[in-house]
């Protein structure tokens, strides 16, 4: 055990770092760039030089690095400023590793290169009005015809459906069977004529998902990720790794932050800080964030041996999101009646970071498993428990009963 | 960077627990928890032959060389089992103070005595209840001689020396002391919420007192050693709290109600994943702590506090939670759930409550880039 960088890790480190000085962008390369733009110079930089996607086998576009360079990357580049490029994370999170489980040579070459240089934006066009939580119970239908199969249907909740190239999709292909047995996994252009995008305004006030309407869109059969049929337990591939990737507890309010409001408000006529109560419960969030960080830790000595992300991983969305809201919302309460103002001009000192984190929140306690579902992943594929009764086992899809929230 | 314990530590992980199950069943925990023992003596001399009390001292007293990241393996299983023996008064706090602050004369006539388990070592600082510091104390020291008392001592009346924290003989600040425990000292037992753990006040009368470390600067360094302690605390608690997952598991994947397991109810699972969590947070801040003290790292005084708070919060739910999963069953003498609540919460204290480490915590990360 040894938390400190061997002698190949400091050298690799001084590497990431001197690249990554030398070339994160300028203001002035950036001027007249909207956020997508951004992203896309500051990606299509790393991968022009190698250091995008490390991990990734060189043929794609990336180096065959280690989890823990990997790691050492992300520490590096977090200490300078550069562009965030968030939008590539369902691509190169969760649709690139489906991708290298089960497309062809052609196709990887084709795509993953690109989703290394960010030039394609991918899209997961999972869940739909009658199947989140319960994805398998998605409507959505495939029929073949030729060498293509027709879409009809709806996916809802599709973050990045507006801006993307391409989405990975779960449809069904078969009604008579039981749900799992019945769901079918492609990916296609969305592009594709018949795809009809609506934006979904969140209560954030943002607007990042979507509705998608698929009327008889044409997707070949050469776009089919494993065989007709399997599309759960390659669904399966792409969560676990959706939950790896969002697994670190995420952005928004964190330690440092609200510890650095403590300081700075007074409670009882001394900073807020000083109070003891303040205190424990700071306590308990450094607990949790170093928690987190070196459960990761712990899980790349084993992904560095070749183990694929496992259920253990859905504890840092589950730790990570509910910590986060409630440390929003004690910083929003040690500001006071101040603290609902949320205008990112007037906050000079922390940009709304509190009140935005409060508002984003809710949906990333739901979003990719929410925190019950996590909770049930635990509980079933980790300690082994029993499921609940089902209603839905061993009939087929048409008989399953629904409710009205569909 | 490596995250994980070496081969060979894995297979000491291994024979202790073997170890622990054939000598520390359940049965052992309970004929201390109802006899007359003040400890299991059987276990301790087996597990002084083990060498485990030997662990980190040094080969010249008598010891074994090892490292803090054996020491934590070993804490983890003693928590696993709810050995009770004096292993926490004795290795880490006692060895830990004399390795720490020893003269070499101190060294040499305590530590392979330590080592080959013949000597028990206490610790004894707080005086009643409320948090100690360094200002309430009124235990004193005159010409060698000690005199005052101290509160709710963990194994004080086996051991066979004490470190002691009392006024300074000159100037005003506090000072460690090494004290035989012999003529002067008198112990009171006192009753406690774990009699498979033994707890005394202790009255000392001008026992002989050796001054251990400098003169005027025993809170410093008693500070510095509840630190250390507190890695190896947590690594215990994270045993015990590991234990109370694997009972209330097992109990309600057996327990049937209303024509099905316990176990599928979201109630129980939810209660059950909710331990994991806590538990595998512990472990990890432990394993950072277990690091920190083995390389007496900079961030020390944080990664205890760390691993401290998580494992006794860990270790609390788990206890408790373990007894309601159990329901009636859980709530009897005759059933073991009862090692688990209890001695959470003697560990929980043992050095400082979760609230005193919660504000040691905040303190130390000032000195620390977050
Ligand atoms: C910000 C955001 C972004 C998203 N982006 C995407 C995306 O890009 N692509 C995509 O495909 N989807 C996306 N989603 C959808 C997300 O995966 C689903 O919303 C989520 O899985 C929950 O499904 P649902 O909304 O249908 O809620 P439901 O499944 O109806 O759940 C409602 C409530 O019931 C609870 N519940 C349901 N089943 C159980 C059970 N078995 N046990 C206990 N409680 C249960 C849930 O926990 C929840 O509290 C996004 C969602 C959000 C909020």
Redesign the pocket.
Known sequence: MDFEDTAEETAFREEARAWLEANAPTEDELAGMDGMARAKFWQKRKADAGWACIRWPEEYGGRGATAIEQVILGQEESKVDTPDTGVFG?GQGMAAPTLMAYANDEDLKRFIPRLASGEDIW???????A?????AALRTKAERDGDDWIINGQ???????HYSDWGILVVRTDPNVPKHKGLTYFFLDMKSPGIEIKPIK?ISGDA??NEVYFTDVRVPDSQRLGEIGQGWQVSLTTLMNERASIGGGGSGARFKTVKQLAETVELNGRPAIEDAGVRAKLADWYVQEAGLKHTISRTLSALSRGATPGPENSIGKLVGAKKSQDMASFAIDLLQQQGIVRDREQDEAFEALFQDTYM?V???R????????M??IIAERVLGLPQ?PRMDKGIPFTEVPTGS?A | MNFEFSDEQNLLRDQARGYLTDNCPPAVVRRVLEGDELYAEDLWKGIAEMGWTATVIPEEYGGLGLSYLELVVIAEELGRACAPVPFGSSVYLATEAILAAGSDAQKEEWLPKLAAGEAIGAFAYSEGGGQASAASLSTTVSGGKISGSKAVVADAEISQLMIVAAKADSGDGCSLYLVPVGDGVSCNHVNTLDPATNHADVTFDGAAAELLGAEGQGWGLLEKLLDRAAVLYAWEQLGGAESCLEMAKEYAMGRYAFGRPIASY?AIKHKLADMYVKNTLARSNAYYGAWALNTDSDDLALAAATARVGSTQAYYYASKENIQTHGGMGYTWEFDCQFYYRRSKVLAVAIGSESVWQDKLITASDQVAA
Not at chain 1, 131 to 135: F, Q
Not at chain 1, 155 to 161: L, N, R, V
């Open positions: 369902i899209c997961q066009l999972f869940s739909e009005p199947g989140g939580s319960d994805l996916k809802i909740w599709t973050s990045g459906a969140q990042n998902f984003s809710p949906g990333f739901i979003a990719g498993g929410t925190d019950e579902i909770a049930n609940e929230g | 979201q």
